[in-house]
């Protein structure tokens, strides 16, 4: 009842939820290291890794992440790292005989222009969103290396690795950055500044019109650890063999100008809220069709003025 978890990626921001959701259950055998002590692009030190500790179980939570311009800046290494990190893993994973091991991807995976909202079967049905493609592409191989494993040695070794696709994700140890940041945590540094210098109004890139889906960062480990923890015979009757990845959303979105309107709210700025139509407004809508995940008995539960309270808590600490 107390199997031994390794949480890849504690220090990030879903690594480190998913931490807190396990304490929260109780579970007390996790190891984790940070990248100084183990290089997870590096397989025969992953290798040494697995053989010395022998987890029970994986969440697969490590990855090369950032903005647009940071996906737009370094393309290599947002493939080369996702791609090294997740096939180390799962690979040497099976090696020592894990028979559970979860991989986190993204919403990205999804065509550029794919129906919304996006159901689990729109992958690899499209052209993917150009700025984030060599990031995409990785995260498309790791929902396709546990399917691969589990195929040729499900049955044989007992093995069952299961992958969850966040949408939009926010909340404590989020990065908060200037430049590489998502819209949330650019918003809540921007609006705070607005409020410290009493500027008369916060100018927001594009029309406000896009909408987008956000989730609370606790909510997605809660659904990571239920979907980990789902009995076999459950999963696979809700997934297929080479369809078996799961939305995990809140399954409603906002305006990029009530998002706005919400932080003001939220940070207490008394300011105007401005748009500025000549900045590219991005996708007209991204929402995640989340009706797997609710048939597999979860659904989200941090409202989002909550949430932003409590991540506004988190950014105000650090």
Not at 230 to 246: E, F, G, R, V, W
């Amino acid at each position: 009842m107390n199997p031994k978890i390794y949480v890849a990626g504690h220090r990030g921001m879903v690594g480190s939820a998913i931490i807190r959701i396990l304490n929260g259950q109780g579970q007390t055998n996790i190891i984790t290291r940070t990248h100084a002590e183990l290089d997870l692009t590096n397989q025969a030190a992953v290798r040494a890794f697995f053989e010395t500790e022998q987890p029970d179980q994986v969440y697969l939570a490590a990855a090369k992440v950032g903005g647009i311009h940071a996906n737009n800046t370094y393309p290599a290494e947002f493939i080369y790292q996702n791609l090294m990190i997740e096939a180390n893993i799962v690979h040497e994973a099976f090696k020592v005989g894990v028979k559970k091991l979860l991989f986190l991807g993204s919403s990205c995976i999804y065509p550029k222009l794919a129906p919304q909202p996006m159901r689990e079967d729109a992958l690899l049905t499209g052209t993917l969103e150009p700025t984030n493609e060599p990031y995409a592409i990785a995260k498309i191989a790791g929902i396709k290396l546990c399917e691969s494993y589990n195929r040729q040695y499900g049955a044989s070794h007992g093995i069952d690795y299961r992958s969850v696709m966040p949408t939009n994700l926010y909340g404590p140890g989020d990065n908060y950055h200037p430049e590489n940041s998502h819209v949330i945590p650019a918003l809540i540094r921007r609006f705070h500044e607005a409020k410290l210098n009493n500027a008369e109004s916060v100018v927001i890139w594009g029309t406000g019109t896009p909408m987008r889906e956000f989730l609370y960062v606790d909510d997605m480990a809660a659904a990571s650890v239920h979907v980990m923890n789902l009995d076999k015979a459950t999963y696979d009757a809700n997934t297929q063999p080479m369809l078996s990845h799961i939305n995990v959303g809140t399954g409603e979105d906002i305006t990029i100008r009530q998002l706005a309107e919400t932080m003001g709210k939220v940070i207490g700025y008394p300011g105007r809220i401005e748009f500025d139509p000549t900045k590219p407004d991005g996708a007209p809508r991204k929402l995640m069709d989340v009706s797997r995940l609710r048939d597999l008995g979860w659904q989200a539960k941090v409202g989002l003025e909550d949430g932003l309270a409590q991540a506004y808590a988190d950014f105000l600490k650090r």
